[in-house]
């Protein structure tokens, strides 16, 4: 108990405990102003029995008309009051001023009947932030918000430094704030910072016109749910929120309030309200009840520059959009390929659900389905409103009985009409179905861009061709040109290099001479071109002999044609010059002093080769010989017949000097008388058998020669 200001300065760990049965019970209490300091901790616990039925506090300030109150400028501090009536903090009422100042350190309080009817002040204390509970256990928390003595009741606070984790986000609920820029917009750049612009423009309607922008790609952890932003009551968002690029993923609208009947970033953009440059990646805005948009419930300023990627938006009743649920501002320059539908509702578009003011230059790649009214671009085209250079390639459907035909690729129920639009179709149509061959081809973009190539780099364009190529147009893309390509163009094209297309079709250049065998013609000579002209047959002039006639071939003549020089060759009959020169012999033929080759017959007359003598015999004792026949050595013809040699005995003293043969008296006798003797006697029957020898060889010489002539014969042949 104090009776005056008191000031505690903590070192190390301190706890003060008081207990009891019935009565009043405080475990500080002062009559003015403590303050308490330091580096260390203290732990105050009151405590009273159930039948106790005073109060009793961790803390309390008595009746006195000076100031009285807590400061804490330092330290830890936990104050816990666990009774019937126990309070954390408790003052007194005398309508003195009275305070609970958190300027430093930590202060923790809890209190079986209230933690503290009077609101922390954290003014001094710029980094801190305040946790809040229904339950002394400090959980579940709930959001904090300053109190009169008569409203709720918590039984946890919680006073003191945040630990944000990556995502901006920390205990009890608590967001990061966002930066303010010297220019007067809060910068964000992470979840818990959207959140927290979200929390502060929602408290006062002054904050309807707050601007943001954000720094970074940011992601919305899984299981963080965003409330729809709006201002006090429910007012619509009047400032700029520019993503300057950046993407926004993970965006979740699903258990939106029942006092709210718009769902998206924002629940409504008011007149004068700007959203633009932003990226909305994997939404999911499923509300109950409601209008839905990725980017708002319903848009009565400028969206611009923002694109959808993927997600779902899905509404019960009606009015459910890609971008916005309903339109009656401006959408412009916006893309979206999410997921859009109702299972029995109306107006359904892929961009806005309704719209009822302009939305130009946009596109939607996502199937759009409903009960009625279901469009690509918007499923109601009401009066005074503006639809112009859009496109859609996402599927459409109405699914309601005998509502199939309110459904349209640009928009379900027309009011007026849609202006330069066109939508994915089998075939081109009227009212602006084209095949997917014309949008990959360039010319939708050409014509999204009112059906010609502006000075300017024009709002569609298109990369036609290359790595990059693209199916569909886009906004900002590659520039889009027309004309003719080349003389052989069937029609006009598209391309992104105006060096290559024409705006007069470029006429052929039959330059070039070609022909065949049978014809001659001009082909173009422009690249990739394939016409040709003036074609004819060959007209030839006269004929020159080639002079290659042959001993044994004839020759041939030709003539060239006299207006492509194309050549035709013809033989001319009997034109071959024939074998000469040369002189046979007995053996070889002659050879062509032209040619080399061999020709004629043999001249059995003109022996060559030498000669040779063939058949020669010796003589024997007993057997008479043979001088040979001299024949030609190359055809084997007997030139000069040979002569008999006799036979005999060389007999010396009557005895033969080779074979030792006696000599008969008859045969010396013979001999005597010059007559021929042949051994012991002469018999006919040898001379007989020599002659015979010598007629074979002549036979055998004349044989040998016609064979010869036979083989001569052969080879020329």
């Known amino acids: 108990m104090a009776n005056g200001d008191l000031t505690i300065r903590l070192t190390g760990t301190n ?172 910068e964000i750049s992470n979840a818990g910072q959207l959140f927290w612009f979200g929390q502060k423009v929602a408290k006062d309607l002054a904050n309807a016109s707050l601007g943001a922008r954000l720094t970074a790609d940011i992601t919305i952890p899984a299981g963080k749910e965003w409330v729809p932003l709006a201002s006090q009551y429910g007012a619509p968002y009047a400032g700029v929120f520019d993503g300057q690029g950046h993407t926004l993923a993970g965006l979740v609208c699903v258990n939106v309030p029942t006092s709210n009947s718009f769902s998206g970033l924002m629940a409504t953009l008011g007149t004068g309200g700007v959203v633009k440059n932003l990226t909305l990646q994997n939404v ?103 639809i112009k250079n859009c496109y859609n390639t996402g599927a459409v459907a109405a699914t309601l009985p005998g509502f199939g035909s309110t459904a ?142 042959t001993c044994t071939d004839d020759g041939t003549e030709t003539a060239l044609c006299t207006v492509c020089s194309a050549s035709h060759t013809r033989t001319i009959a009997g034109s071959a010059l024939g074998h000469t020169g040369g002189a046979a012999t007995c053996s070889e033929k002659a050879l062509c002093t032209r040619c080399g080759q061999p020709y004629g017959e043999l001249d059995s007359s003109n022996h060559a080769g030498g000669r040779v003598t063939r058949n020669a015999v010796a003589a024997g004792c007993t057997s008479d010989g043979y001088t040979g026949d001299v024949c030609c050595a190359g055809c084997g013809a007997v030139l000069e017949q040979g002569a008999v040699i006799a036979a005999g005995h060389q007999f010396r003293d009557g005895v033969c000097l080779v074979c030792g043969a006696q000599q008969s008296p008859l045969s010396g006798a013979l001999e005597a008388a010059g007559l021929p003797v042949t051994g012991d006697e002469s018999r006919l029957a040898a001379w007989t058998l020599l002659l015979t020898a010598a007629g074979s060889g002549l036979i055998l010489c004349a044989w040998v020669q016609r064979r010869a002539k036979a083989e001569d014969t052969s080879s020329e042949d």
């Open 15 to 186: 706890t003060i405990s008081v207990a009891n049965g019935t009565y009043r019970l405080d475990g500080i209490c002062a009559a003015g102003v403590v303050t308490i300091e330091g580096d260390g901790s203290l732990a105050v616990f009151a405590s009273g029995a159930e039948t106790c039925i005073d109060d009793v506090s961790a803390f309390s300030t008595t009746f006195t008309p000076g100031e009285a109150g807590l400061v804490i400028n330092s330290g830890t501090v936990t104050l816990s009051a666990t009774a019937p009536q126990g309070r954390g903090f408790h003052i007194d009422m005398s309508g003195a001023p009275r305070y609970l100042r958190v300027n430093g350190g930590s202060l923790t309080l809890t209190g079986s009947l209230v933690a503290s009817y009077l609101a922390p002040d954290i003014s001094n204390y710029g980094s801190a932030a305040i946790t809040a509970s229904l339950d002394v256990s400090g959980t579940p928390t709930t959001d904090y918000t300053p109190f009169a003595p008569s409203q709720g009741r918590y039984k946890y606070l919680k006073v003191g430094v945040i630990q944000y984790d990556e995502n901006g986000f920390a205990e009890g609920g608590h967001f990061q704030p966002a930066v303010l820029a010297a220019d007067g917009v809060y």
């Open 408 to 549: 349209g690729g640009i928009a379900g129920d027309i009011v007026v009409q849609p202006l330069n639009s066109y939508y994915l179709a089998s075939s081109s149509t009227n009212d602006g179905g084209r095949t997917q061959a014309q949008f990959a081809s360039g010319e939708v973009a050409w014509l999204l861009n009112g059906g010609a190539t502006p000075a300017v780099p024009a709002v569609w364009g298109q990369t036609l061709s290359g790595d990059g190529a693209e199916a569909l147009p886009a906004l900002g893309g590659a520039q889009v040109y027309k004309g003719w390509e080349a003389c052989w163009s069937a029609a006009e094209t598209f391309g992104n290099d105006p060096d290559k297309l024409h705006a007069v079709k470029p006429a052929h250049d039959f330059s070039l001479l070609q022909k065949d065998e049978a014809d001659h013609w001009y082909a173009c000579a422009n690249a990739g071109c394939t016409a040709i002209d003036r074609k004819a047959a060959h007209t030839f002039g006269a004929y020159a002999p080639d002079g290659n006639a």
């Open 284 to 386: 999911i805005i499923t509300p109950a009840h409601g209008s839905a948009g990725a980017v708002c419930g319903s848009n009565y300023g400028t969206i611009e520059n923002c694109f959808v990627e993927g997600g779902q938006i899905s509404v019960t009743l009606l009015y459910g959009g890609g971008i916005a649920g309903g339109n009656s501002g401006v959408i412009r320059g916006c893309g979206t390929s999410a997921t859009v539908s109702s299972a029995s509702g109306e107006a359904i578009g892929g961009v806005a659900g309704g719209n009822f003011g302009t939305i130009e230059n946009c596109w939607n790649t996502g199937s759009v389905t409903g009960g009625q009214k279901v469009g690509g671009i918007t499923g109601e085209a009401a009066a005074n409103s503006i």
